[in-house]
Every structure is written in structure tokens, then in C-alpha cells.
């Protein structure tokens, strides 16, 4: 169904629609903790739905504090037709500001990469 709505862009509207940001790779969809959100508890796992199933082999997401360190994480799983990444985390976040940098790449070949962050109050 995406490879026919991609093909039928190109066909029908070509390389205007194309450039488009309506165009279907795998965006980040929602995640949990959501962008900015400002939570209490810590959460046991990072999870990202996309729009597209995605190739776990070259897809992740990192997970660092405020001064840039990296926060120590488990191994990445998909599920949700391989829509949804899941990235459990090994120890509790200490309140602070954490950002969460993505890079997956969707079944159909393409690669998409993003950033968001959220707080973890005291
Ligand atoms: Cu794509």
C-alpha cells in the first residue's frame, strides 16, 4: 500500500509532491516518554512507533543526559508489525534533561533520522 501511494506521487504529481513532507518514510509517529514531556517517574523503556515497519539491523535510538553522556540501555526490539521500537533502559534516570537521537531504516530501504528530548523531574 505505501509502495503503491509512492509510485503513484511519482506518476501522478511527480517530483513536486515528491519533495513534499507528506512523502512516506518512516517518521516518528508518537514516543514514550513523549517530546518535552516533563514526567516524574522514570521509564523503564524508550518506545517509538513509526509510520513504516523498519529493518532492526539499522535502526536505534540513543539515549543522552544533559551533558551529552550516554545513558546505559538494553538491546532494541521491534514489535507492532515492526512498527514500534522499544528500547528498555537499565537503571533508573536521575532527574534532568534527556535527549532521545533516533536512526531507523524502513522496510522500503529508506533512512530517516530525528531527535526529541523530555525531562525527568525531581
Ligand atoms: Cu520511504
Known amino acids: 500500500m505505501k509502495h503503491a501511494s509512492v509510485f503513484l506521487a511519482f506518476a501522478g504529481l511527480g517530483y513536486l509532491f515528491a519533495a513534499g513532507p507528506a512523502f512516506a518514510h518512516a517518521h516518528l509517529k508518537s514516543a514514550n516518554p513523549a517530546d518535552k514531556a516533563i514526567i516524574s517517574t522514570s521509564p523503564m523503556a524508550l518506545t517509538l512507533d513509526f509510520t513504516e515497519g523498519l529493518n532492526l539491523a ?19 526490539q521491534l514489535s507492532n508489525g515492526d512498527e514500534t521500537l522499544t528500547i528498555p533502559l537499565q537503571s533508573a534516570l536521575r532527574p534532568g534533561d ?6 531507523v531504516l524502513s522496510a522500503d530501504g ?3 533520522d530525528g531527535s526529541y528530548s523530555f525531562t525527568v523531574e525531581p
Do not use: E, M
Open 98 to 103: 534527556y535527549t532521545v537521537k533516533w536512526h
Open 110 to 112: 529508506h533512512k530517516t
Open 58 to 76: 539499522f535502526s536505534g535510538a540513543n539515549l543522552q543526559d544533559a551533558s551529552g553522556s550516554q545513558v546505559q540501555q538494553g538491546k532494541a
